[in-house]
């Protein structure tokens, strides 16, 4: 804790520190004899701001662990209570840094969890490397949270990410096109912002691994994010005589641009877009031409695998949260799970749970079966990487919901067959 | 062939705009307010609108024919309320109160409607449209554009021709003259507002059936609107509709030249319009 010294708190983190310490006080203590000490862990979810959306079943699945855990955990050297610190890190990466040097520093967690989302997991794990705590996160293309951190020089000593990656996520959208019968002609659509810049990126973009498979690419421009007329975007793609639409979009564009592709009389086989079909809202809003929208899968219900706390299948956490919510699952949830199953896992694991450095050990050694598949930090692409299955998932009517995501593509990751086979879009045939 | 299909989507586009723009000339005309709330005002409508044909089952034309009296209702309210007191020659305290009060719809509608994008079903209206030769004109965007051009004409004709344009243009040249000779300033206001924030009632109806809205959105609307009414000079009714013309058209050409500058040309004209001709294309010189 020497380095403690050369931190200087501001104003907030110390009142923070001094409404937490209140809290603690008042709060009853429990006497247990058998508890070898208290294991703190530190949750930082985006609950609110405009990522919430990524974050709103973390808070659900916290409730759920605390539950099947009772607030205890047995470990390789004894029984310990639990103690789980959950902050709000507001999908703003200031507030995500200060809350996770608060949870280092002020109340001395064991372990960090920033949950999801690039916007929390880099600066909060850039101060676990900082302060030395061991930090699991998910839920963001794992280069995303690696090479801005400058993890392709020199590996990091403290920070674990399990999740897919882009190269991943692109085989994914060539699996799904190669399962169609088309002239194997791509118009790419991407927005002028970050993600549409990595996406189109022409050298490790998606129109690199697309050309390779043998398919021909046409892509007009990136536009601008909230365009209100596509029309010389679909002309382009018209005159290319493009089957497949691919790329990145969100909610709002997507919507303007598949009305206007129905009103300008183009109607390609497939549509297949990252970010924008990730939510059921978003599928919601496109109206009936939601039905057969294609893009990546993180997790749906129809996952074999159960799960190492509660023993659920994927089905039944999925029901859960329809049960508790009134709201339709969304793919986060597996991995909200996921990241404890990890956590705890390690921390079972560990010679001394109460030492940062056993339990960064024992999570550095894991190799497991999760809700979402096997994670095993032994075998990544990068040693503090352990790369998830992704599949491709197409839209369809739902019986219980408006849309269900069904999996129809497993070239990426053969782990278990397709629900069903990928179809045209219903305006091309 | 190229080019003018890019002309033809822009006068469509164009018409879109007008819609944003006519209520925002008509307030500037009539009290020099800028009113920072209208994008927000055209959201909140929208999600009312969305509400009700979830709850209440409303086809599209049944949500535009209730929007429009609730946002006249709205507009009056808003009047009365609050614009009527920081309304006057100074234009800087109601560009504060309708900023502030921008912010605060926002984060209202937020809580009510949570961040998620919604959109309004027009039940196929919106993906059909109508083949001239190689040209695609859509239907709704066509709709929006007739309308559009019924309500630029019809708010002129009510200002030149009736009595209640006439007190309208009397309470804008010289409010105190027009005081003096029975225009009461306030009612006269609180009707501008009402009519403004009415046809924003069309203009929520189609943006939720072309596109989607969350509560964050109205920013982005705002700004089409604020470019319409300066290229097109200030104040003046068809001049905002000229302008959005102008806007649609630039953007669409520059869709043409390259996706990513289509927005940025819509732009580029409005700064020419400021730098060549600041009182506005249509505005003859105070």
Redesign the interface.
């Known amino acids: 804790m020497s380095k403690q010294k050369i931190w200087t708190p501001s104003r907030r983190t110390i009142l923070q520190g001094m409404g937490a310490s209140v809290a603690a006080l008042s709060a009853p203590s429990i006497v247990r004899a058998q508890s070898a000490g208290t294991v703190k862990v530190g949750f930082i979810t985006p609950a609110t701001g405009?990522l919430?959306?990524f974050g709103e079943t973390d808070g659900f699945t916290v409730d759920q662990i605390r539950d099947a855990l009772g607030g205890r955990i047995e470990t390789a050297a004894g029984t310990y209570d639990l103690e789980i610190l959950v902050r709000d890190g507001q999908s703003d990466p200031n507030r995500a840094a200060e809350v996770a040097a608060d949870l280092i520093l002020n109340d001395e967690v064991h372990m960090l969890l920033p949950a999801s989302t690039t916007d929390i997991i880099n600066p909060a794990a850039d101060q676990a490397e900082l302060f030395g705590v061991p930090c699991l996160s998910t839920a963001a293309p794992w280069q995303a949270i690696v090479f801005p951190r400058g993890g392709a020089e020199q590996p990091f000593q403290w920070t674990y990410h399990f999740f897919w990656g882009l190269d991943e996520a692109l085989n994914t959208f060539v699996g799904l096109w190669n399962s169609l019968e088309t002239n194997r002609n791509v118009g790419m659509l991407f927005p002028?912002n970050a993600d549409g810049e990595t996406w189109g990126n022409t050298d490790y973009g998606l129109p690199s691994p697309t050309q390779a498979a043998g398919f021909q690419t046409n892509m007009?421009?990136?536009?601008?994010p909230?365009?209100?007329?596509f029309?010389?975007?679909i002309?382009s793609f018209k005159s290319f005589n493009a089957d497949i639409v691919g790329g990145i979009t969100?909610?709002?564009d997507l919507?303007?641009f598949v009305?206007?592709c129905?009103?300008?009389?183009f109607h390609p086989k497939a549509i297949t877009v990252a970010a924008a079909l990730l939510f059921p809202?978003?599928i919601?809003?496109?109206?009936?031409?939601g039905v057969g929208m294609s893009s990546e899968v993180w997790w749906t219900p129809a996952f074999p695998f159960q799960s190492s706390i509660t023993g659920q299948n994927s089905r039944a956490v999925a029901d859960a949260w329809e049960a508790e919510t009134g709201r339709q699952w969304t793919q986060p949830l597996g991995y909200s799970h996921a990241i404890w199953e990890v956590a705890i896992d390690a921390l079972k694991r560990s010679t001394n749970p109460l030492d940062r450095e056993a339990n960064r050990d024992a999570l550095r050694a894991t190799s497991m079966q999760t809700l979402i598949g096997p994670v095993d930090f032994g075998t990544g692409p990068h040693p503090n990487v352990s790369t998830t299955p992704i599949f491709g998932g197409q839209w369809v009517r739902g019986e219980r919901w408006p849309f269900e995501l069904k999996i129809v593509d497993n070239t990426v990751n053969p782990l278990f067959e397709p629900e069903q086979a990928m179809v045209p879009l219903p305006w091309s045939v | 062939m190229h080019w003018i299909d890019g002309i033809v989507q822009g006068v469509l586009l164009g018409g879109l705009y007008a819609q944003y723009a006519l209520g925002m000339a008509l307030m500037f005309g009539v009290m020099k307010i800028v009113n920072v709330t209208h994008g927000d005002l055209v959201v909140l409508l929208a999600l009312i609108g969305i509400s009700l044909a979830n709850v209440a089952g409303l086809g599209p034309w049944a949500v535009l024919a209730t929007l429009v009296p609730i946002g006249a209702a709205l507009g009056w309210l808003l009047q009365r309320a609050l614009l009527n007191r920081v309304v006057g020659d100074d234009p800087l305290p109601s560009l504060i109160a309708t900023f502030g009060l921008s912010i605060a719809l926002q984060n209202a509608m937020l809580v009510i409607w949570s961040a998620d994008t919604r959109s309004l079903s027009g039940g196929g209206i919106q993906q059909a449209s109508i083949a001239l030769g190689p040209i695609f004109v859509g239907v709704l965007p066509l709709i929006v554009l007739i309308c559009a051009t019924v309500l630029t004409g019809g708010l002129d004709a009510v200002m030149r021709y009736t009595r209640f344009g006439r007190s309208l243009r009397a309470a804008s040249a010289d409010v105190e003259a027009a005081a003096m000779v029975g225009v009461n300033p306030r009612n006269v206001y609180a009707a501008a507002t009402a009519i403004a924030v009415g046809i924003l009632g069309f203009a929520a109806t189609f943006q939720a059936m072309r596109s989607t809205v969350a509560p964050a959105d109205g920013p982005f609307q705002l700004i089409y609107a604020f470019e319409a009414v300066i290229i097109g000079g200030l104040g003046s009714i068809w001049g905002a509709f000229a302008g959005a013309m102008i806007l649609g058209i630039s953007q669409a050409i520059g869709f043409r030249i390259s996706p990513g500058f289509g927005i940025l040309a819509g732009h580029l004209v409005f700064l020419a319009v400021l730098a060549i001709r600041p009182q506005g294309i249509f505005q003859r010189k105070a």
């Open positions: 405009p919430a959306l002028q007009p421009g990136f536009f601008q909230r365009t209100n007329d029309s010389s975007i002309s969100y909610v709002d919507t303007t009305n206007q129905a009103q300008q009389g809202s978003g919601e809003a496109l109206g009936d031409l």
